[in-house]
């Protein structure tokens, strides 16, 4: 099972929105609306921030959102503030009933 | 809260075994599925393993399927991986992960504990 593909990095300045991709196949983001995606600061375990393409835990700001078109998801992040700045990792369910995830997008608030 | 501790990493020998445990507080452990998953240092996140509740289903990445087994003890409210013939691309923070309201994402996680596989 091959990971989702991510942008390595992407970067904004403080209020502006940015969108991280994560592309798969037919196979996992694809085949299910099951696709989560989760916060990490260095040294930090990872934290979901969006689960089922587009849902937010309690807790999880508004400005984080999620969609899904075909085989690529993204995650957009509004307004962006420096605490947002940490790896993003995008993960999906698989029709070999798998999780996998993705390379991981680093993002940087300018 | 919940609260998820693992332990048990450290530096093990290629081809050598390992056992991790990770204890569980601050929600009913025995009607939640759980996972592992790892980072090796410097990488992305790699799922590793899932248990249901009641052992019933058990569901393992390619790269460790035969060599490891995830395990619970209920009673004790613990989870558990059994690393065997352990390679050096084992090398990563292994994580244990409460499973959210689908086995396939993950709402809460350890802090994580290091396991190196080097002679």
């Known amino acids: 099972q091959s990971a989702l593909t991510q942008p390595a990095s992407v970067s904004g300045s403080p209020g502006q929105s940015i969108t991280i991709s994560c592309t798969g196949t037919?196979?996992?983001?694809?085949?299910?609306?099951?696709v989560s995606w989760y916060q990490q600061h260095p040294g930090k375990a990872p934290k979901l921030m969006i689960y089922?393409?587009?849902n937010r835990p309690s807790g999880v700001s508004n400005r984080f959102s999620g969609s899904k078109s075909g085989n690529t998801a993204s995650l957009t992040i509004s307004g962006l503030q420096a605490e947002d700045e940490a790896d993003y990792y995008c993960s999906s369910y698989t029709t070999s009933n798998t999780v996998v995830f993705g390379g991981g997008t680093k993002l940087t608030v300018l | 809260q919940v609260q998820l501790v693992e332990s048990g990493g450290g530096v093990v020998q290629p081809g050598r075994s390992l056992r991790l445990s990770c204890a569980a507080s601050g929600f009913t452990f025995t009607i939640n599925g759980m996972n592992w998953v790892r980072q090796a240092p410097g990488k992305g996140l790699e799922w590793v393993a899932f248990?249901?509740?009641?052992?019933?289903?058990?569901f393992y990445a390619d790269s460790v399927k035969g060599r490891f087994t995830i395990s619970r003890d209920n009673s004790k409210n613990t989870l558990y991986l059994q690393m065997n013939t352990l390679r050096a691309e084992d090398t990563a923070v292994y994580y244990c992960?409460?499973?959210?309201?689908?086995?396939?994402?993950?709402?809460?996680w350890g802090q994580g504990t290091l396991v190196t596989v080097s002679s």
């Open positions: 089922d393409v587009s």
């Open positions: 037919s196979s996992d983001v694809g085949a299910y609306s099951y």
């Open positions: 992960a409460k499973r959210g309201s689908s086995w396939y994402y993950f709402d809460s």
């Open positions: 248990i249901s509740s009641d052992e019933s289903n058990k």
